[in-house]
């Protein structure tokens, strides 16, 4: 370890990669088709995750298409040419398992997490979806309807339409901008020859990654996993490879490709008894060098009840009862921003201590007791998040579409431990400097 992830196979088709992180086989496989095979061989479990990846995200959708991403989420669980809707929520409700998906900006993954014995079940399930879905025309009008719903369901939480409304800010008219779900009109509008020809554009073997983790035999989910994709009529070619991971332009800047090049401030009226703000910018993307000090600073200053904001807004003033920061990256662009929910007649002092305490972090180092307080919460839920088989097969599926390479838990901790105060500060300064977007939600007057 780390493990390089290489997309074009020596030769032929067949593994890759291969290597241990502690007593945890990891294997790679590249098979007929390009499919990408990736599995983590847990010992001492009885469950395990599968998951079937396709890079494309909502960021991905083209005109006449916006809303196909999300609408294929729920879609491929609609039915098959060999299995009903019912029959697939039967498989996996028969033996306690768990199925479902998550769409994001730049990829969709569906998944389940089973008992061992089931897990030939649970693949050749997952596999019949994402190979064979019919996307009926009435179930497609069906799902329409609880795709609105679903949307007037996150438009009801202030919160959700405050960090929603915040992406758009910052990153506005570049395709990372647009609302992963869907807008109620794009779902609406979008036909369901425009959701098919997405589905055949998008779903096929040069781009399908499959990942486990748990109680996993690698070879026999590699020869199950070649039978389903025949069944369900993919053409794998031997001489086939993967598609490339997706390539930016580089780190993208203030008024670049649609990017506005000044802060947005927007207040959205609701009907609420709190106020709820979201403050930042731009931040470093997913594969940029300074992540771990990007995690570092999100811990200082909003990762925790010992952190910045939250002692400073909730404990001291108690003008908030949930505070925080958060970060996501993506190919070109990242984002950073604080949060906070408070009384509407606060929010001015609310935002304003936000503010104080970024230009804070940017003023002056953390302390060394900071700076060890973060590293170590950032390593305890490093490892805490891996005892799960589900965080352990999204971390799969994230190596191979993002990063390309697969690192050890050791030395993902040694990266997270090498930051110092100084290169915080150094971040900070740079998110403290960069232009800023504020989104206000609340019962605020005209």
């Known amino acids: 370890m780390p493990l390089d992830l290489p997309l074009v196979a020596p030769g032929r088709a067949g593994e890759q990669v291969a290597g241990r992180d502690g007593d945890v086989l990891v294997r790679r496989s590249v098979l007929p088709g390009g499919v990408r095979v990736l599995t983590e061989q847990v010992p001492g479990l009885r469950s395990a995750t599968v998951g079937a990846w396709v890079g494309v995200g909502s960021r991905d959708e083209t005109s006449g298409h916006f809303g196909s991403t999300h609408f294929l989420e729920h879609l491929l669980f609609k039915g098959t040419a ?23 900006k730049e990829h969709t993954c569906y998944y389940a997490r089973v008992l061992d014995a ?34 007037a369901m996150n438009d009801d939480d202030p919160s959700d339409v405050a960090h929603e409304q915040f992406a758009t800010a910052v990153f506005g008219d570049h395709p990372l901008g647009r609302p992963i779900g869907g807008t109620p009109e794009t779902i609406r509008a979008v036909p369901r020859d425009a959701v098919w020809e997405h589905y055949r554009q998008q779903y096929r073997p040069d781009t399908l990654v499959v990942t486990a983790s748990g109680a996993i035999d690698h070879d026999a989910l590699c020869a199950q996993l070649g039978e389903a994709l025949v069944t369900g009529g993919w053409a794998l070619d031997p001489d086939a490879v ?10 993208l800047g203030p008024g670049q490709l649609g990017i506005p090049a000044a802060g947005v401030e927007l207040t959205i009226r609701r009907s609420t008894e709190q106020a709820n703000v979201v403050i930042g910018g731009l931040a470093p993307t997913a594969t940029d060098e300074r992540r771990y000090a990007l995690s570092v600073l999100v811990a200082v200053l909003g990762g925790g009840m010992s ?28 984002l950073f921003a604080l949060y906070a929910g408070c009384t509407p007649n606060k929010v001015d002092e ?37 005892e799960d088989t589900g965080s352990r097969m999204s971390r799969l599926g994230r190596a191979e579409l993002v990063h390309g390479e697969l ?17 915080v500060q150094d971040l900070a300064i740079e998110l403290a400097a960069a232009p800023r977007s504020v989104v206000r939600v609340g019962p605020f007057g005209d």
């Open 82 to 104: 060999r299995r009903s809707a019912m029959d697939i929520a039967e498989a996996f409700d028969a033996v306690g398992g768990e199925a479902n998906a998550a769409t994001g």
């Open 242 to 251: 993967p598609i490339a991971r997706r390539a930016g332009v580089g780190a």
């Open 350 to 386: 609310v935002t304003r201590l936000l503010v104080v305490e970024l230009e804070r972090l940017a003023d002056a180092p953390i302390t060394a007791t900071e700076l060890s307080r973060s590293i170590g919460q950032l390593s305890g839920g490093l490892v805490l998040g891996l």
């Open 118 to 151: 089931d897990v030939p079940m649970a693949l050749e399930v997952i596999t019949d979806m994402v190979t064979s879905a019919r996307l009926d025309a009435a179930e497609l009008e069906t799902e329409r309807g609880v795709i609105l719903e679903e949307l």
């Open 307 to 334: 952190s910045r904001l939250f002692q400073e807004i909730r404990e001291k003033r108690g003008l908030a009862y949930s505070t925080y920061a958060f970060s996501s990256g993506h190919t070109e662009a990242g």
């Open 407 to 423: 690192l050890s838990v050791d030395e993902s901790l040694e990266l997270v431990r090498a930051v110092t105060a100084a290169d």
